[in-house]
């Protein structure tokens, strides 16, 4: 089966540019995760949707990254403006609904931002 | 609130050298999962292993062992005969639920493991 496909891989912009990623998650996968992953540290969740519809983003913050989840699949995350403390892994992950804890993440697209 | 610690930031082993990577955890939950996940170079988060709280017995597989104790909130990871390709940060996760039967994963800072041929 394929993976969680991220695109893209790297990605360096200026402050107060706008970047966007895109994630495509697992066939089937109802439930898709973005992570954000600043070096040194562990991953954090950004923001979960289950299929078209937010399940949580308390952690999002609203007033640069967006998120949607067009039609249940793929999903895109974007930061507008950009900061320099955004520069980090962004990961998106997706699971069966009540698979029991199914997580399979992709390779993540690494910004940085100067 | 959920909280996971690695306090070892990185180790350092030589080849065939056996290593043991440590975590200890915090949660109100009284049954809970533990996970281990490595991230290799490329960057993807590999899952390694998922126990539950009610299964304290000590488990094996292959060149990895896990040794997981309630009483300490502890989850301790062993790699036997280290190999170079287990130079990766490994990751020590617990479990959230965040609705609608789906969860979200807090994470410790990870311990870098480089083994040295």
């Known amino acids: 089966e394929a993976g969680v496909a991220q695109s893209p891989r790297y990605k360096i912009i200026e402050k107060r540019q706008s970047v966007a990623f895109w994630c495509n998650p697992i066939?089937?996968?109802?439930?898709l995760y973005w992570y954000q992953q600043i070096l040194g540290q562990g991953p954090k969740l950004l923001i979960q949707?289950?299929?078209?519809?937010?399940?949580?983003d308390s952690q999002l913050p609203k007033d640069r990254f967006s998120a949607e989840r067009l039609k249940g699949v793929d999903s895109t995350l974007k930061i507008q403006p950009a900061k320099l403390e955004d520069s980090a892994v962004y990961l998106c992950?997706?699971?069966?609904?009540?698979?029991?804890?199914?997580?399979?993440f992709g390779s993540g697209t690494r910004l940085t931002v100067v | 609130a959920q909280k996971v610690t690695q306090a070892q930031t990185e180790i350092s082993v030589v080849e065939k050298e056996d290593v043991t990577l440590d975590c200890v955890y915090e949660?109100?939950?009284?049954?809970?999962?533990l996970f281990w996940y490595k991230q290799p170079p490329s960057g993807e988060l590999v899952f390694l292993i998922r126990?539950?709280?009610?299964?304290?017995q000590n488990e094996i597989s292959g060149r990895y062992s896990w040794n997981f104790q309630k009483s300490t909130s502890s989850f301790n990871f062993t790699i036997t005969a280290s190999q170079v390709v287990d130079s990766a940060v490994y990751f020590c996760?617990?479990?959230?639920?965040?609705?609608?039967?789906?969860?979200?994963?807090?994470f410790g800072k990870g311990t870098k493991l480089s083994v040295i041929p």
């Open positions: 992950a997706s699971s069966l609904v009540r698979e029991g804890y199914g997580y399979t």
């Open positions: 066939s089937g996968h109802a439930t």
């Open positions: 949707f289950q299929n078209n519809g937010v399940v949580d």
């Open positions: 949660t109100r939950d009284t049954t809970y999962y």
């Open positions: 126990r539950n709280s009610f299964d304290e």
């Open positions: 996760a617990l479990p959230s639920a965040s609705g609608a039967g789906s969860y979200q994963l807090t």
